[in-house]
C-alpha cells in the first residue's frame, strides 16, 4: 500500500474532526446542564459515532469483498441491536426519545410508576431520576417508564385522602361536619367526605383534600392528617376499634387523649416547610430548567436587537442576572 491510498481514511478523519468540534460547540452554545439539551447532545452523539465507524470502513484502504463483509456484519449487529432493544441500552434510548417526544412529564413533576413515587430530579437519554419521600435517589430505565403505566400528578392540584373507621354508633353528619372541618381548618377549600365501605363493626369513611401547592405537599398531608385526629377528638369522637369498645373491663370512658395547646416538635418542624428538605435536588432540577428556558427567551430577543439599544442593553443586564442564577444552582446540586 502506498501514502495515496490512505488519503480518503485521512480526509475521512478530517472532517469527522471538524464535525466532532462544530457539534461540541453548537452543545456548549447552548447550556449544558439542560436536560432538554442532553436528549438531543447524547443522541446526536451516538449517531455520529455510527456514521463515523460507516465511513471510515468506507474509506479505509482493504479490498472491495472485505469491506463488504465488514459492512454488512455492522448491519446484522444495528439489525440485530434493534430486534433486541426492549432489553438493551438502545431500547433504553428508543424510549428516552419517545418520552422526550411525548413531553408526558418534564424536571420537577411528581410521577409515580408501580411501588416508585417521587419528584423528577434529572432526565437523560437512558434513565430518570427521582427523589423519593424519604430524601432518597432512584434511577429509572427509560424503558421501565414505557412497559408499565405512569402516574402524574397535575401541578394545578392533588387530592389528598385520609381515611379512618369509626363505629356504628357514631351519627354520620357529625363525623362528615368534622371532617370538613380540619380540611377548612388548613385553608383547603375544596374537600369532600366520602363512605367508602361498611365493614362489619365500624364505618369506613375517607377525606379528600385537594392540594394545589404540590411543593408542600408531604407537610399538608402529615398536618390534615393530624388535624383530623384534633376534630374528632374535639368533636367527642373517640378513634379506636369497636373490637378494643367490646373488650373493656372497668370504664366506659371514652379514650380521647387531651388537648394540648402548645405545638409538638413535629409540627413546628412542618411549619418550615420539610419538603424543600426532602425533595431538595429535584427543587433545583425544576428552578434550573426553568431558568434555562428564560435564558434562551432572552437570547432569542437579544439576537433580534441591535448592539447599541437601549433594550438590548437591558436584556444584557437580564441574562448576567440569569446566568448567575444558574451557577448557583448548578453549585448547590453539586453539592448534594
Request: hydrophobic share 45%; glycine share 4%; no cysteine.
Amino acid at each position: 500500500m502506498q501514502l495515496i491510498d490512505f488519503y480518503p481514511l485521512i480526509i475521512v478523519l478530517l472532517i469527522a474532526a471538524v464535525v466532532f468540534l462544530l457539534i461540541t460547540f453548537i452543545f456548549n452554545r447552548r447550556i449544558s446542564n439542560n436536560s432538554s439539551v442532553k436528549y438531543y447532545r447524547q443522541l446526536t452523539y451516538n449517531l455520529y459515532l455510527v456514521i463515523l465507524l460507516i465511513a471510515v470502513i468506507a474509506a479505509s484502504p482493504i479490498e472491495s469483498e472485505l469491506k463488504g463483509q465488514i459492512l454488512s456484519l455492522i448491519g446484522i449487529v444495528i439489525s440485530g441491536a434493534i430486534a433486541l432493544s426492549s432489553t438493551t441500552l438502545l431500547g433504553n434510548t428508543l424510549a428516552g426519545v419517545l418520552l422526550k417526544v411525548t413531553k408526558s412529564f418534564r424536571s420537577g413533576d411528581f410521577i409515580s410508576v408501580n411501588d416508585y413515587t417521587g419528584k423528577v430530579a434529572s432526565r437523560s437519554l437512558l434513565n430518570i431520576e427521582i427523589q423519593t419521600f424519604d430524601r432518597g435517589l432512584i434511577f429509572l430505565p427509560n424503558v421501565y417508564l414505557i412497559q408499565n403505566p405512569m402516574k402524574v400528578f397535575p401541578k394545578s392540584g392533588l387530592f389528598i385522602s385520609v381515611e379512618v373507621s369509626l363505629g356504628y354508633d357514631v351519627q354520620r353528619t357529625k363525623v362528615e361536619k368534622a371532617l370538613l372541618s380540619a380540611a377548612e381548618k388548613l385553608g383547603i377549600e375544596n374537600a369532600y367526605v366520602e363512605i367508602k365501605g361498611l365493614l362489619d363493626f365500624s364505618v369506613q369513611y375517607a377525606l379528600h383534600a385537594l392540594v394545589t401547592n404540590l411543593e408542600s405537599y408531604m407537610s399538608i398531608k402529615s398536618k390534615l392528617h393530624a388535624m383530623v385526629i384534633d376534630e374528632l377528638h374535639h368533636s367527642d369522637i373517640e378513634i379506636v376499634s369497636p373490637n378494643f369498645m367490646n373488650t373493656r373491663a372497668l370504664s366506659d370512658t371514652p379514650v380521647i387523649p387531651e388537648s394540648i395547646e402548645e405545638k409538638t416538635e413535629l409540627e413546628k418542624a412542618l411549619d418550615e416547610n420539610i419538603d424543600a428538605i426532602i425533595f431538595d435536588k429535584a427543587n433545583h432540577a425544576d428552578k434550573l430548567e426553568v431558568l434555562q428556558q428564560k435564558k434562551e427567551r432572552v437570547l432569542k430577543l437579544l439576537s433580534k436587537e441591535s448592539d447599541d439599544s437601549s433594550r438590548a442593553e437591558r436584556l444584557r443586564y437580564k441574562l448576567e442576572v440569569i446566568d448567575k442564577a444558574i451557577e448557583k444552582i448548578k453549585r448547590e446540586i453539586d453539592l448534594h
